[in-house]
């Protein structure tokens, strides 16, 4: 095997593929990428089992087809050293050499043979699902999603496909987010996507996608990425019994007004307090020293009592980003209930820190 790329071609695709290689132990074929070129098209892939990602690419020069394994970590810290120009990569008594100009690097390979396969999307059901859409609302639940929960269901995000919508639904057990787009699907089913398969799907996606999916695994693919991740198996909580049915209260609030609100009371304390008034809203730190930060927005309510809420600002900053309008909705019950935030289709319940 032996190509010529360029530099920030072969950078790129190296950079997209780190967060799919074994980081534990170097010493394993996981931790490699697999370079394979024929019938001029470059296939570079790399996986760690757990999820997968195959780049393809025709801008590239073949001089003899073939494929190679190399560590994709130093292949990468080897690439960002060299110049900015043309890069030959090259496979030479089980090694692959890297040249530019004058310099050169050796790197050891294993079988490519060895490399671990990639599940296929032949006979799997494909999901009916605006791509974009999908990608928006893990977007917006992907914040809420708990990291290292030993309940392994909760690191990752709930599918859930109904006949005439289809939630997406992530939750760290002190805040639940829905989001929800009106489809129409054929089969009503569920899956568990992990927490990390979804980041790496916002940075990879961006247009339109075709999405497959078992028991075992989740592929997502367009003309450039082939994407896999094994799902979780387990039972998602009954998120529907957490969203309360009725409220007391319902405020519009202006979103720029309490974005910056927010972040200033931040600048001392990550709890705080809110209190509503008729004519305007108050924030507070929550504070156990003889620090302090307050500050307030005049704004209409429409109660005609005092409502007090302590809550974690982090759990509002993450709604409040993802609203695409100027305002949304606050629905709230009792000072020590769980209240909604609202933006039409996207909600998320927050449980008040109890004082």
Do not use: W
């Amino acid at each position: 095997m032996k190509i010529h790329v360029t530099k920030q071609l072969i950078e790129s695709m190296l950079i997209n593929l780190q967060p799919f290689l074994e980081k534990k132990d170097a010493s394993q074929i996981t931790a490699h990428i697999h370079l394979e070129v024929q019938n001029n098209l470059c296939t570079i892939k790399a996986t760690d089992g757990e999820i997968g990602l195959i780049i393809n690419t025709k801008n590239i020069t073949i001089s003899h087809e073939g494929s190679i394994t190399a560590n994709g970590k130093k292949l990468l810290e080897i690439i960002r050293i060299l110049k900015d120009d043309e890069i030959i990569l090259e496979e030479l008594e089980n090694n692959l050499i890297i040249k530019q100009e004058k310099s050169k690097f050796k790197l050891p390979t294993f079988n490519p043979k060895n490399f671990p396969s990639f599940p296929h999307i032949e006979n799997k059901p494909q999901i009916t699902l605006d791509s974009i859409s999908l990608i928006k609302s893990l977007k917006k639940i992907a914040s809420a999603i708990d990291n290292n929960n030993p309940k392994f269901e909760l690191n990752g995000a709930l599918l859930n496909i109904k006949n005439n919508i289809t939630q997406l639904v992530g939750t760290d057990t002190r805040r639940l987010a829905v989001n929800t787009i009106e489809t129409i699907n054929p089969n009503e089913f569920s899956i568990i996507i992990p927490k990390k398969a979804i980041l790496e799907i916002q940075k990879l996606f961006i247009d339109q996608i075709n999405i497959y999916y078992d028991k075992t695994n989740l592929i997502i693919q367009n003309e450039n990425y082939y994407f896999f991740t094994r799902l979780i198996n387990g039972n998602y909580p009954d998120y529907e019994r957490i969203i309360p049915l009725n409220s007391k209260f319902k405020i519009i609030l202006p979103k720029k007004e309490m974005l910056d609100a927010i972040k200033m009371i931040t600048t001392i304390s990550q709890e705080l307090k809110i209190t509503f008034l008729s004519d305007a809203i108050i924030f507070n730190s929550l504070t156990s020293d003889n620090i302090e930060a307050k500050t307030e927005i005049l704004l209409h309510t429409g109660l005609n009592e005092r409502f007090e809420l302590n809550v974690n600002s982090r759990y509002l900053l993450d709604f409040i980003i993802q609203v695409e309008k100027s305002e949304f909705e606050i629905l709230l019950n009792e000072p020590t209930l769980p209240f909604v935030l609202k933006d039409e289709q996207f909600i998320t319940v927050i449980m008040p820190i109890i004082a």
